[in-house]
């Protein structure tokens, strides 16, 4: 698998600290960042903004059969969080036992790898999610 | 010889970082035919911790630095170098340190890199970072040590070899431990290396304790004593490498301090010799725990070979709120682990070659 080295790039603030967006005026946060709010249309304005770094699992599922590059990876959690202020972000659920795996769980925002491209390629770190 | 007294320099921030998985030193001498409790028995080890497939020295830097930093009560953007001690760095060339950075949201005004001296690489980002801010360069600096290191399958080290992290932000002011003195003592000595494009590491057997971890570690603590005037009884705690959980006991009785001033920062025993990290989740696991006014030793050790020696004092300020990590060294050590088998361990350490 090749990734977009620009890509990669692009997305480390958003990967490795959860800055996202708000919009100030109507106070909506996005994530990932976003260049309209669709709320306000051209009234609105956009600002970058840490998302908070908690959040309740608002949803689950276990993969057994993973794409490419995370076949060693398989079985995993991917569960959508619901952070502190409402903004929904899908993710992996990583070292957290199977019994406190339920939705509502309580989660924190850990740094994991989340691929390398080949054996020679670059590594892409970034935010997934474990339990409290 | 160097200057020992670095006027005004401590830790403002401390943290740790252990993986969840363990496997036990009785299941990797099972798949090698050998006796596991004898084997644990002589090394003083009983399990090691083991980084998961998406973790490496970077992922558990970040965990422990990002602990430092929020304990240092600083806005990241105060940092003006990090440096990152490592041999088990994922790329060969691409720096962790600036990864660090990224994450701790301290860039781009300051300096980074990583460093290599074995095991004591993190040890020696701590002294550079002394002296950066002794001499007024940058207002806080952040050392960290971090290893996934590992044996090759069947080979001695295999039993031992751990994952983890410690991280420290060195500052001037409001300090929870201050930096008394430091000395370091350093000779060529080829107890242990890794070759260029060599996946494991090579050593000396035996060669490893003499003239290698003892003669330095102890020369380092004398060396610190007669620069400093303390002697060992002066240390209510005491820290050393811990390739293994003996060593560190034999060093202590040498230079007679007595076990239980080495218990709290003796954890290899429970998750393996982590290299850069040893003496650094060593020192934060006695930080966890020490008291203001209590003098702590710490000598590391690094293959090829260095010892760098510290004397600290613990301060009040310790007991503010939010000085110390949530979760002490020893909730991490103890809390919320998994034990797997060689097969998964083999697996997650991608020993694996056709993966
Ligand atoms: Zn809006």
């Keep these: 698998m090749h990734h977009s080295l620009p890509l990669v790039w692009r997305r480390i603030p958003e990967r490795y600290n959860l800055i996202g967006c708000k919009c100030e005026t109507c106070g ?10 669709p709320k306000c249309r051209r009234k609105g304005k956009l600002v970058k903004q840490k998302m908070p770094k908690t959040g309740t699992l608002y949803s689950f599922t276990r993969v057994h059969a993973a794409p490419s590059g995370f076949e060693h990876e398989s079985p995993y959690w991917l569960g959508i969080v619901e952070l502190g202020n409402g903004v929904r972000i899908l ?42 | 010889m160097q200057a020992t007294q670095i006027a005004g320099t401590g830790i403002a921030g401390y943290g740790a970082s252990i993986p969840r998985m363990r496997v036990r030193v009785t299941e990797i001498a ?24 998406d973790e490496d020295s970077c992922t558990l830097a970040v965990a422990a630095a990002r602990k430092a930093v929020l304990g240092a009560k600083i806005d990241p953007q105060n940092i003006g170098a990090i440096y990152i001690g490592s041999e088990s760095k994922p790329y060969a060339v691409k720096p962790t340190a600036s990864i660090v ?36 360069m940058i207002d806080y600096g952040l050392a960290v040590g971090s290893d996934t290191s590992q044996g090759r399958p069947g080979d001695a080290l295999e039993f031992s070899t751990g994952c ?19 000395t370091s003592f350093t000779t060529d000595t080829p107890d242990f290396w890794r070759r260029q494009h060599q996946e494991f590491p090579r050593h000396g057997g035996r060669f490893t304790g003499k003239p290698a971890y003892f003669r330095h570690v102890l020369g380092c603590a004398n060396a610190l004593f007669a ?48 290299y850069s990290a040893a003496t650094m989740i060593g020192l934060c696991a006695i930080l966890d725990e020490a008291r203001p006014g209590q003098r702590i030793l710490a000598v590391s050790y690094g293959s090829g070979a260095g010892s760098d020696a510290f004397a600290l004092t613990v301060t009040e300020a310790i007991l503010e709120e939010g000085r110390r990590p949530v979760k002490r060294v020893w909730d991490l050590i103890n809390e919320n682990k998994t034990y797997i088998d060689y097969a998964v361990y083999v697996k997650h350490r991608r020993k694996l070659k056709s993966m």
């Design chain 2, 164 to 182: 983890g992290a410690g991280a420290f932000v060195i500052g001037a002011k409001d300090a929870i431990a201050t930096i008394d003195g430091t």
């Design chain 1, 91 to 132: 993710s992996q659920i990583v070292d957290s036992p199977e019994e406190k795996v339920v939705i509502g769980a309580s989660v924190t925002m850990v740094f994991r790898r989340i691929y390398a491209d080949a054996e020679e390629g670059i590594i892409a770190y970034g935010y997934k999610f474990k339990t409290i």
């Design chain 2, 30 to 53: 099972r798949v090698w035919g050998k006796n596991g409790e004898q084997t644990a028995a002589g090394l003083g080890v009983s399990e090691k911790a083991v980084a998961g497939i």
């Design chain 2, 227 to 274: 620069k400093t005037g303390f002697k060992a009884s002066d240390f209510d705690y005491a820290v050393f490498h811990q390739p293994n959980g003996k060593f560190p006991l034999e060093a202590g009785a040498t230079l007679g301090i007595p076990r239980e001033k080495l218990a709290t920062g003796l954890v290899t025993p429970f998750i393996g010799n982590t």
């Design chain 1, 28 to 37: 909506t946060p996005y994530f990932p960042d976003r260049k309209i709010c």
């Design chain 2, 101 to 136: 950075a990224e994450a701790l949201g301290a860039t781009p005004n300051l300096t980074a890199a990583d460093l290599e001296f074995a095991c004591k690489a993190g040890t020696a980002g701590i002294q550079a970072c002394m002296g950066m801010v002794a001499s007024g």
